[in-house]
C-alpha cells in the first residue's frame, strides 16, 4: 500500500525559507499560518567547533493520527495514499487536533477560523506534479514519494 511522505536530508537545508513561501504562495496562505516551517538548531559545539542547523518542520501525514481521533466533527481524514486532510467545510475552528499533534502542523487561520495543515499539494500530486516545497527547494534538501 502506498504512503505518500516527504523526506528532507536536514544536512542539505540552510535555512533559506524557500519551501515556507512556496507552500504559502501555493496554497494562499495569509501571514500567520505555515505548513511548513524552518526551525533553527543551535548553535551548539560539536568538536570545538559550533554548528547551525535548520531543519523544516511539517506534518507527518501519520499512520494513527492523533489529530483524526481528537477531532469532534470529523473533519480530518486519510485518504488511501497515506494524506492526511482537514476538511475545510467541516472544522469547526474548535483546536482540538492543534492541542494533541505533536509536531504542531495544524494550524488555526486567524482570518477564517479554520484549522489547515500540509497536504502534500494533493491538488498537484493528483495531477502527477511534485509539491510545491519539493521543486522550491534550491539545494534538494526536500524528497517526495512512497515511504515504503
Known amino acids: 500500500m502506498t504512503e505518500l511522505s516527504l523526506l528532507i536530508n536536514g544536512d ?3 535555512g533559506c525559507l524557500t519551501c515556507e513561501v512556496a507552500c504559502k504562495q ?4 495569509e501571514v500567520g499560518p505555515r505548513w511548513i516551517r524552518v526551525v ?4 551548539k559545539e560539536i568538536n570545538g567547533n559550533l554548528k547551525l542547523s535548520y531543519f523544516p518542520i511539517r506534518c507527518f501525514h501519520c ?6 481521533e481528537a477531532c469532534p466533527t470529523g473533519a ?4 488511501r495514499d497515506g494524506v492526511v486532510l482537514i476538511s475545510s467545510e467541516l472544522c469547526s475552528g474548535c483546536k482540538a487536533c492543534i492541542q494533541v499533534c505533536p509536531f504542531g502542523a ?3 487561520n486567524p482570518e477564517t477560523n479554520i484549522v489547515g495543515k500540509c497536504t ?9 506534479l511534485l509539491p510545491a516545497c519539493v521543486v522550491a527547494c534550491p539545494t534538494r534538501a526536500i524528497h517526495f514519494g512512497d515511504i515504503n
Open 26 to 29: 501555493e496554497n494562499n496562505l
Open 120 to 128: 502534500l499539494c494533493t491538488h498537484r500530486i493528483d495531477r502527477g
Open 106 to 108: 495544524p494550524q488555526l
Open 40 to 43: 533553527e538548531i543551535g548553535p
Open 12 to 14: 542539505l537545508c540552510f
Open 63 to 68: 499512520a494513527k493520527p492523533v489529530c483524526q
Open 76 to 79: 480530518i481524514s486519510k485518504r
